[in-house]
């Protein structure tokens, strides 16, 4: 999180995908994951990751937010709500 904060978007994703690799069950770093996604502009990438998240815990709201954000920034407003 640090380095997704710090604005080092590669070394942060390094880093979630090692945290992934290691505990696959872990939600918080496919959050994160797509959040670094979405900030770096790779919208389907973090639809994946918050699909991911959700598939672990459906009712995690924070990915269905960030979802439709990422929907909102690909112009796809249906799917967005």
């Not at 380095?3 to 590669?10: K, N």
């Not at 995908?17 to 939600?27: C, F, K, L, M």
Request: glycine fraction near 8%; hydrophobic fraction near 30%.
């Amino acid at each position: 999180m640090t380095y997704e904060r710090l604005g080092d978007y590669e070394a942060a994703l390094a880093d979630y995908n090692r945290a992934i690799e290691r505990d696959p069950s872990y939600v918080l770093s496919y959050f994160g994951r797509g959040n670094v996604y979405r900030f770096m502009g790779e919208y389907e990438a973090s639809i994946a990751a918050y699909d991911s998240v959700l598939q672990l815990d459906p009712n995690y709201v924070g990915a269905y937010h960030n979802r439709g954000l990422s929907y909102d920034a690909l112009g796809d407003y249906q799917k967005s709500h």
